[in-house]
């Protein structure tokens, strides 16, 4: 069972991400594909400890940080005080009127929230989502491999840092890895059945009625992104 107390000990180590290539990757794209604006209001829907959202404050929007782990939006608070943050609970109707944001991002969220509750909080973005705004959604694809992004990791710092300081970087970090292996393997073992492949994404943002939908493979191929437009 995946409770408070498991996020809680997640979060405690989920920032070594910060240190992955394919990971610092996985921000920067889903900023660019945003098409991020000076003013734009944007919600960040699981923001966890905040490293999207302050990448996406960094390009001059207002943000407004959404989780529902005390512990992952106290961890974020430490990295900016001045953090716009919302704790609540994605399962349920999100506390915003409608038509309240230029653009949502949900990255590597909804996968963790049950199969029958996903539209729900779909239905929820979509709502609170102005016409002509934008959502960017990232969920790991069906059969996804943390040891794959990984690897990719090492491949390229390998290619761009050389191997000595690879393998210091790679032993400094080598405890909270293990950790997040073993974070994963559990959530996938719990949630695994609630992966979506990119034809069942695509479909029901479609259902939804969001258009203009693009799909690509990010985060070393391991993970689904789309974006959409709210007509």
């Known amino acids: 069972m995946l409770d408070t107390n498991f996020w809680k000990k997640y979060f405690k180590v989920y920032d070594v991400l910060n240190l992955f290539i394919p990971y610092q990757e996985l921000l920067k794209t889903i900023c660019d594909e945003l098409d991020i604006k000076k003013g734009d209001k944007i919600l960040e829907a699981g923001c966890g400890t905040g490293n999207l959202a302050l990448k996406i404050k ?3 929007a207002d943000v407004i940080g959404l989780d529902y782990s ?7 608070r430490q990295k900016d005080k001045d953090a716009n943050l919302v704790l609540a609970d994605l399962r349920n109707k999100l506390p915003f009127p409608d ?13 963790a929230i049950e199969k029958e509750k996903q539209l729900d909080t779909l239905k929820e973005f979509y709502r609170v989502l102005k016409p002509g705004g934008k959502i960017v959604l990232v969920n790991p694809k069906k059969g996804a491999s943390p040891f794959k992004i990984y690897s990719g990791h090492i491949k390229i710092s390998l290619k761009t840092k050389g191997i000595i300081k690879t393998f210091g970087d790679v032993t400094s970090m080598i405890i909270p890895t293990i950790k997040m292996f073993y974070f994963n393997y559990k959530i996938k073992k719990e949630r695994g059945r609630f992966f979506l492949n990119i034809q069942e994404q695509e479909s029901v943002i479609r259902d939804i009625g969001f258009s203009t939908i693009e799909t690509k493979l990010v985060y070393g191929l391991q993970g689904i992104l789309t974006q959409a437009d709210k007509i």
């Open 70 to 76: 005390k512990e992952a939006l106290e961890i974020y």
């Open 99 to 111: 038509n309240f944001f230029d653009k949502i991002a949900c990255n590597n969220t909804l996968y």
């Open 58 to 60: 960094e390009r001059g």
